[in-house]
């Protein structure tokens, strides 16, 4: 009778056991993968930047896809589930994603997440620049991290936000995090280096969006464009006509253009000016995955090799 019992009571624990696994597989388990913490990055820079702090410690999502343009988005359904389920999302601020039609406030908002909760900007701490076309002056350039020290910013404010959710895993963050940041900074001190050395009336940057003040007086050269931000209205007469001028009071050699943008109207200002496109840069994403560019310390290392290269023709 007790043998007999003692083998019921198994086969039951047998049974509950397989059930437990069941249900708990169906539902996503406390398997490796949903243990770990689960980060939203709204682009291809930030979401580069997690990946390099917290490796394989984090599932990360990133919504904007490289190559598509961060300040307008129509965000997927992977998106929007993403969001739901997220622990953290990170985002550039200075009205980058929340500007516009504020694709990335709306979606969050309704995900019921919140702001310094589960909601961050990466940008925190960052003295942010103005916009300068008539009438913008009040509106934020988002494009902080086009100067590595405020990527380096960038990077610390998001080592904080991993170990204040993740603390089981702060010795990993912090000692990716501090890698990183010699890394970036080694490269910020060279390229420094390298623009003192470019004759002052050479020092103009002409790129069609004005995404690259930050850049500028990061670097000690001026910044030109033709329109300020993405918006409808690129490459008007009047635009045309004030950066033409810029270029025609200086002995610039070389001009640029953004990897996110349609070539037709910089192609326009080179045949009117008679000055190459020297290289492609970028501004609001990374470049595809195997391609030169393709992390953020890659990205400022193109751009601030093509620059200085072409500056100094």
């Known amino acids: 009778m007790i043998k007999r019992l003692g083998i019921i009571i198994i086969a039951v624990a047998v049974i509950l056991g397989g059930v437990f696994w069941f249900v708990n597989s169906s539902q996503g388990g406390k398997t490796s993968q949903h243990d770990k913490i689960q980060v939203v990055a709204t682009n291809s820079i930030i979401g580069n930047m ?3 702090i917290a490796g394989d410690k984090v599932t990360l999502h990133t919504i904007v896809p490289r190559g598509t343009d961060p300040h307008e988005y129509e965000p997927r359904p992977q998106d929007v589930q993403a969001t739901q389920e997220a622990d953290i999302l990170f985002h550039n601020g200075l009205n980058l994603e929340t500007g516009g039609s504020g694709w990335f406030k709306k979606m969050y908002q309704n995900a019921g997440k919140a702001d310094n909760k589960e909601v961050f900007s990466v940008s925190e701490g960052v003295q942010a620049k103005h916009l300068t076309d008539k009438g913008k002056e009040n ?3 988002p494009h902080a991290w086009l100067d590595i020290q405020n990527g380096i910013k960038y990077v610390k404010n998001i080592e904080k936000i991993l170990i204040d ?3 089981d895993n702060t010795k990993t963050y912090q000692q990716r995090t501090k890698a990183y940041i010699n890394k970036l900074s080694e490269l910020d001190k060279s390229a420094k280096t390298k623009f003192n050395n470019i004759p002052e009336n050479k ?3 002409v790129t069609s969006e004005g995404a690259f003040k930050y850049f500028s007086a990061a670097y000690g050269i001026t910044p030109a ?3 300020e931000i993405n918006t409808e209205s690129q490459g008007t007469p ?3 006509r004030n950066v033409l001028a810029k270029i025609r009071a200086t002995k610039v050699p070389s001009l640029f253009l953004e ?3 349609s070539p037709k109207t910089m192609e326009k200002v080179s045949k009117e000016t008679g000055l190459p496109i020297y290289s492609k840069i970028y501004t609001d994403s990374l470049a595809k995955k195997g391609q030169a560019g393709d992390t953020y310390y890659g990205m400022m290392k193109w751009n601030l090799d093509k620059i ?3 500056l100094s023709k």
């Open 139 to 141: 509106e934020l350039d």
């Open 308 to 310: 200085s290269a072409g």
């Open 203 to 205: 020092k103009l940057l």
């Open 50 to 52: 997690v990946e390099e």
């Open 238 to 240: 009047e635009q045309m």
């Open 165 to 167: 959710k993740d603390p």
């Open 259 to 261: 990897s996110s943008v």
């Open 225 to 227: 464009f033709i329109w």
